[in-house]
């Protein structure tokens, strides 16, 4: 009887640790994330048409991202990189993937996620 006290003692307390500490490290996780998305956005390039943070596109046809939800930045400039769509935005983001010197390859989809949750957070 008293060793299945102390399992169920220690089980509870197990549980309640977890519940405490998951979220502190998904909030980890995710600021990671972020952190390497900054040196992504201006490894391939980003930054050279959408300004810094994301915010100070160099013309009209360029999106501000800065600020927008993660889900919305990866489903748009995946449909964008995937040749899912024909907009005069996407044609100008191919053209600017395809010129070398302003841009360099294109982001992985592992490398989207992380430049999106860095841009939602500016």
């Not at 360029?62 to 930045?73: F, L, R, S, T």
């Not at 907009?87 to 070398?100: C, G, I």
Request: aromatic share 4%.
């Amino acid at each position: 009887m008293r060793l299945k006290y102390k399992i169920g003692a220690i089980s509870a307390l197990a549980i309640g640790l977890a519940s405490i500490l998951t979220p502190a490290s998904a909030e980890q996780a995710s600021n990671r994330k972020a952190l390497q998305g900054d040196r992504l956005f201006e490894y391939h390039g980003c930054v050279n048409c959408h300004g810094v943070q994301g915010k100070n596109p160099v013309t009209k046809k360029v999106p501000q991202i800065g600020g927008k939800e993660a889900d919305y930045i990866v489903a748009e400039a995946g449909k964008i990189l995937r040749g899912e769509r024909d907009s005069d935005e996407a044609k100008l983001m191919h053209s600017a993937l395809a010129y070398q010197a302003a841009c360099d390859a294109p982001p992985t989809d592992e490398e989207l996620e992380k430049i999106a949750a860095w841009l939602s957070k500016q």
